[in-house]
């Protein structure tokens, strides 16, 4: 009982220093912390038997109040209807419903809610109040006891409402009847999203529903192919022109593409040039595609455009070739009035355009990607596994704003993973918020990264609506590295980068479990491309890639934006880690080391085989010449040898596995080292805004652009020699177990197998015939790109 007491009571407004408790080693500050709370009202995070729908967080009690309806209700002097609204009361805290004009029986189904822990008082007030009114507008009153509140448990029926005779302040009955249900629940209870809390009573209009858990879904996007094909009989203005520079403008929305100047320099060009744009049904906006010729350096003279809905293109699940369609060209000008004109033109353009829904659209970094099905949902196969998301609470944040010379936080996280977001409740002027909220999303592959963050609410009442929402800090949790069946309850540091430097924000207590519906299709995902075909067959470039990324980003920050309520744009890009691939000294170093870090081992190796040939201790350099000449005798056991080398090394570390998920490094982010002007010019806005002289700017932001290409090769090859050490290192337990399975088959093969025939058989698979060759990866190559890498870790 004290324990739920003190769980309660924790979402109380703190004014204390929230630094006061944290571990003043900085050894131990920034670390993961294994916790073990008692999920589910008593279950530990040790027992992993099937759950149910609120088994990963802690129970939290809620008295509950519904208020029905009214019927009888008089108005004041018996002249036209009254305008009745219910006011809730609770010691210090009150809350009221909709009012209703001129109504005498009224209908509001509304629920109010607190925590059992911040009830102060035995009694209940609950008053019908008439707007219309002045100065006693009591209509009548109910007084309920605390004690006698019944509790409901779901799955329990919701208690039925009753109807009560209204009282006056004397406790004599007055005319009018209220209807109401009264009782006490947890988190887990239906009423629960929609109740409105009563300690929230500051908070009005739309900052009620701001402050309620929500859960969002990204649009469905789509890559938008338009293959520019040749235009016909094209009017110049210009007659005399004899080679006349002509390009296509394509737009959708703000995005604008253009073509190369076409090489047949007369009036019937020729391009077949493809232009990619990401769009998101329902689609809102026209395709605008312009022809254009280039009159002087800095400018261009509109041949004509034309107009295309996106509702009638093409929905293509393979690359066969579409039909091509030609379009009337129409010439828009506007007169001296202001007035838009329209003249038909006899020029056209031949346009191949679909929507290709082979592909998938990245609208993440694909190190943190959580979703890799394609477009099409023809082309998806079916789940393997759930994954549940229990945000618990958070401890010792730091104080983001000043209200009346006061330190506050309003802080709520928002979870994405696929094309589902979630975001809790938010929790008003606490330093140690509790959410307790239970989220479950289906997983199509195991390879996969779920992000959590923790932000700031400031568009609350009385705060200025110009202000973004504050960053508080961002986990993420790659789910290869998640053991199935087993409930991980972790508290995670909030680390924020900012031009100041790194700070440590706070923590925030996750409880998260991986179930597989069947383990062999779960290891077969393995073996299987990270990406739909089509991403290979038909591969988009680095440009393409980098560009569609942009336009998904805003495409979908835009759409949740205008969300009721609004999921805010700076929560989504931060979610998307938009503009986290521009140039970082810090990052490069970061890149700089974890290769290092690579080549360790190889470094390792040589310093040993050199100590070997110095002679440095004979009695290792007599054992390496035996074990030379051994394997010299005998071929056949060397690849065998290293198999069941590289099999016992794997089983030897198997019991120095890692146990937890992998967390925010600031040691291999550089973090704690990075200087202030190398964080300045990491926030520095793109182009520049700190030079003055024009030329050193346009040089300074070519730099930037080409290290941040230097910069992704290199945190690349990091990547890939991360995924190799990890083969081994039990990261990734299924992954490491099948290269085990597979190392231990290998051996037993390859030591019955004469060396000449496996050879052979190598040699002339590497030289096989391009008809026997799949454009699609190997199975080595697929199974290396799933496994995990440290790029987890970074900030």
């Not at 923590?507 to 179930?515: D, G, P, T």
């Amino acid at each position: 009982m004290a324990n739920q007491n003190s769980n309660q009571n924790q979402n109380r407004s703190q004014n204390q220093n929230p630094n006061a408790n944290r571990n003043p080693n900085p050894e131990e500050d920034f670390n993961l912390r294994e916790t073990s709370p008692a999920l589910g009202g008593g279950r530990v995070s040790g027992n992993d038997r099937a759950g149910t729908a609120f088994d990963l967080v802690e129970e939290m009690h809620y008295l509950y109040v519904r208020v029905v309806k009214a019927k009888e209700v008089p108005a004041k002097d018996g002249n036209g209807g009254p305008s009745p609204f219910v006011e809730v009361k609770l010691g210090g805290f009150k809350s009221v419903t909709k009012h209703f004009t001129n109504v005498s029986n009224p209908e509001w189904n509304q629920v109010f809610s607190i925590l059992t822990g911040r009830i102060q008082v035995p009694l209940i007030e609950i008053l019908v109040k008439d707007k219309d009114r002045s100065g006693d507008d009591l209509v009548g009153m109910l007084v309920v006891d605390i004690t006698d509140v019944p509790k409901r448990v779901p799955p329990d029926s919701p208690l039925a409402p009753q109807w009560y005779r209204l009282e006056n302040a004397k406790r004599e009955r007055v005319t009018g009847e209220l209807m109401l249900a009264v009782w006490l629940g947890t988190q887990a209870d239906e009423a629960f999203p929609e109740a409105w809390q009563l300690d929230a009573s500051a908070i009005s209009g739309d900052g009620v529903t701001s402050i309620k858990s929500k859960v969002y879904l990204s649009p469905r996007l789509w890559y938008l192919r338009v293959n520019v094909i040749e235009a016909q009989e094209l009017q110049l203005c210009d007659k005399n022109k004899q080679q006349p520079e002509i390009f296509v403008k394509a737009c959708i929305g703000n995005m604008m593409l253009r073509t190369k100047i076409s090489q047949s320099r007369n009036v019937c060009p020729l391009w077949n040039e493809d232009l990619m744009f990401a769009v998101a049904e329902p689609f809102e906006e026209q395709l605008v595609v312009s022809v254009e010729a280039k009159i002087d350096p800095n400018k261009d003279e509109s041949l004509g455009k034309c107009m295309i809905p996106l509702q009638g293109v093409e929905k293509r699940l393979n690359f066969r070739p579409p039909l091509g369609r030609w379009y009337n060209l129409d010439k828009h000008t506007v007169s001296g009035d202001g007035k838009s004109n329209v003249t038909k033109l006899n020029s056209r353009i031949h346009l191949r355009i679909t929507l290709d829904g082979g592909y998938h659209v990245l609208d993440e970094l694909t190190h943190y990607i959580s979703d890799l099905r394609p477009t099409a949902k023809q082309l998806w196969k079916p789940p393997i596994g759930v994954l549940e998301l229990g945000i618990l609470n958070a401890k010792n944040l730091s104080s983001m704003k000043t209200k009346d010379g006061q330190g506050m936080t309003d802080a709520y996280c928002v979870a994405k993973y696929g094309p589902k977001w979630i975001r809790t409740r938010t929790i008003l002027n606490s330093f140690n918020p509790m959410w307790n909220e239970q989220y479950t999303w289906e997983v199509f592959d195991p390879c996969t990264v779920i992000t959590i963050g923790v932000f700031d609410n400031c568009h609350l009442q009385g705060q200025n609506g110009g202000v973004n929402d504050s960053r508080i800090g961002k986990v993420r949790i790659r789910l290869s590295t998640l053991e199935t069946d087993r409930v991980y309850t972790h508290l995670y540091p909030l680390i924020v980068l900012s031009p100041c430097g790194m700070k440590k924000m706070g923590e925030i207590q996750l409880a998260v479990r991986f179930s597989c519906c069947s383990l062999f299709d779960l290891l077969q995902m393995y073996s299987r491309p990270m990406l739909p075909n089509l991403h290979y067959l038909h591969p988009l470039t680095c440009h393409q890639i980098d560009s569609l990324r942009y336009q998904a980003t805003q495409i979908v920050s835009m759409r949740l934006s205008r969300a009721e309520p609004p999921l805010r744009k700076e929560a989504v890009e931060y979610m998307l880690d938009v503009g986290s691939n521009m140039w970082s000294i810090r990052r490069s170093k970061a890149n700089h080391y974890r290769i290092s870090g690579i080549l360790s081992g190889f470094i390792a190796f040589c310093k040993w085989f050199d100590q070997v040939c110095t002679w440095k201790n004979p009695f290792i350099t007599i054992l390496v010449h035996i074990f030379f000449l051994t394997l010299v005798c005998f071929p056949w056991m060397i690849l065998s040898t290293i198999f069941i080398y590289i099999f016992l090394i794997g089983t030897w570390n198997y019991r120095g596995r890692p146990r937890h998920p992998p967390h925010m490094d600031i040691r291999l982010s550089q973090a704690d080292t990075a200087h202030n002007d190398e964080l300045d010019e990491e926030f520095d806005t793109f182009p520049t805004s700190q030079k003055n002289n024009e030329v050193v700017k346009m040089r300074y932001d070519r730099l930037r652009v080409v290290a941040s290409r230097v910069q992704t090769v290199a945190g690349d090859l990091a990547t890939q020699g991360e995924r190799f050490y990890n083969l081994l290192s039990w990261r990734d337990p299924r992954a490491t177990a099948l290269f085990l399975i597979f190392c231990l088959i290998a051996s037993i093969v390859l030591y019955v197998t004469p060396p000449k025939a496996v050879v052979i058989i190598i040699g002339f698979y590497a030289m096989r015939h391009p008809r026997f060759r799949d454009r699609l990866p190997c199975y080595p190559i697929s199974f290396l790109r799933r496994l995990p890498a440290r790029t987890d870790s970074l900030l």
